[in-house]
């Protein structure tokens, strides 16, 4: 399983942030694993921002939730983060991951969001 993020590099303050990952080697639709999206700001630990799963539906870091918007294209086994009205604080490398049962088992190799003007 591979997971591959894609996005700007460089966000605006108060615009949305989009990022993209592409999973090859295992179906997103499966109902064996949630997708996750994980991100690290400079100088802290890694933070948990939101998953999706296919039957149980999305998840959100409660302080970012009314922030964030994960969703799912299944026709390109991709899913999406969208994090509106962006300021430098969401400035982190962001990873997607594949969750299963207490295991975050694989992780793309992620992408730097600065989020400046």
């Known amino acids: 399983v591979q997971l591959q993020e894609s996005g700007p590099g460089l966000v605006k303050p108060s615009q949305t942030l989009s990022l993209t990952c592409t999973v090859s080697g295992g179906s997103i639709t499966t109902n064996d694993y949630r997708w996750v999206w994980i991100r690290q700001p400079p100088g802290k630990g890694l933070e948990w921002v939101g998953s999706i799963h296919s039957s149980a539906g999305a998840y959100y870091r409660p302080s970012l939730k009314s922030r964030t918007s994960i969703s799912r294209d299944t026709s390109k086994n991709q899913f999406t983060l969208q994090l509106s009205s962006v300021t430098p604080e969401d400035t982190a490398v962001y990873y997607c991951?594949?969750?299963?049962?207490?295991?975050?088992?694989?992780w793309g190799q992620g992408t730097q969001v600065t989020v400046s003007s």
């Open positions: 991951v594949r969750a299963g049962n207490w295991v975050y088992d694989y």
